[in-house]
């Protein structure tokens, strides 16, 4: 993986969350495959997850 950001804080930041991401998908395939969202179910989620982890500093 290569992270980018405009600090080596926020890069980091992405990394580490796409690391949780991976590692929590690859447990759920170890119990069957996992369902995945459909392109309307993904919109609305990114809409609620907006800011998410924004850190104002």
């Known amino acids: 993986m290569?992270?980018?950001g405009p600090s080596?804080?926020?890069a980091l930041w992405l990394a580490v969350e796409v690391e949780t991401l991976a590692r929590q998908y690859h447990g759920?395939?170890?119990i069957?495959?996992?369902?995945?969202l459909s392109k309307s179910e993904i919109g609305r989620v990114r809409q609620k997850m907006a800011g998410y982890g924004h850190a104002d500093s």
């Open 8 to 10: 080596l804080a926020r």
């Open 32 to 36: 069957g495959t996992p369902s995945l």
């Open 2 to 4: 290569i992270a980018v």
């Open 28 to 30: 759920c395939l170890q």
